[in-house]
């Protein structure tokens, strides 16, 4: 299957500072990418979609300045969570969509494990 | 509102017995359903999906599961489990482009 990448898999930083996580498909491109966040112990929740060249769409709840989300190529999607706090801290995954339409597969990435001191 | 429902936080079964996760589905229309193993910090991988034809959909590393219409159920099998089987189990449904996951579930599986 196709392969997307993250990348810091791990970040520490400090409260009131900004991080960057990338999200690459690596073999195919993807129009559409997706970023969850997981708690421990809980299911993923959709934070974001991203279309490649255009404004994500948050979910209701997410609050879109804190959590920006820039897709500017056909393989690359970035979420910098801005003025971190610890209540940020957790793992976040993205996914990407490879094929339009009603048929299409989802792969997703090892994930990003976020912790704010 | 489409959703599913993993009605089992844990699931503990010995080496070599059968296993089944749980999954019920409530959509409108036809459900497109997925079923993704997460070992610890690590993303989702894919195990398989129903989106039509056969009920029994058979998927990665010996894994299937049946769909069953009437009972608005997806549950994910395996005939002889293995201790490397351990890991969380989400249930999915694609929902207006966007797939929606169960609460997961834990198999556990004791050697």
Redesign the interface.
């Known amino acids: 299957?196709a392969v997307?990448s993250?990348h810091p898999s791990r970040v520490i930083c400090k409260s009131g500072t900004s991080v960057k996580i990338e999200c690459r498909s690596l073999d195919f491109q993807a129009t559409?990418m997706?970023w969850y966040r997981q708690f421990p112990?809980?299911?993923?929740m959709?934070m974001a979609?991203s279309n490649e060249g255009s404004k994500a769409t948050y979910e209701q709840g997410v609050e879109k300045d804190k959590f920006l989300i820039n897709h500017a190529s056909l393989t690359l999607s970035t979420l910098t969570v801005t003025s971190a706090h610890p209540e940020d801290s957790s793992?976040y995954?993205c996914?990407a969509r490879e094929g339009q339409g009603a048929?299409y597969?989802?792969?997703?990435?090892?994930?990003t494990?976020l912790t704010v001191t | 509102a489409q959703s599913v429902a993993q009605p089992e936080d844990q699931v503990n079964v010995a080496e070599g017995n059968p296993l089944t996760v749980k999954c019920t589905y409530s959509v409108s229309g036809n459900p497109y359903l997925f079923w993704?193993v997460q070992y610890p910090?690590?993303?989702?991988?894919?195990l398989l999906k129903y989106?039509t034809g056969d009920n029994l959909v058979k998927g990665s590393y010996g894994f299937e599961a049946e769909f069953n219409k009437s009972q608005t159920s997806f549950h994910l099998k395996k005939p002889s489990a293995l201790v490397s089987d351990s890991a969380l189990y989400?249930c999915a449904v694609r929902a207006l482009?966007?797939?929606?996951?169960?609460?997961?579930t834990r198999l556990l599986v004791s050697p």
Request: charged content about 10%; aromatic content about 20%.
């Open positions: 299957g997307v993250q559409t997706f112990k809980q299911s993923l959709l979609t793992f995954i996914s048929v597969e989802q792969y997703f990435g090892p994930g494990r | 993704y910090n690590r993303g989702l991988q894919f989106i989400f482009g966007k797939l929606v996951f169960g609460t997961g």
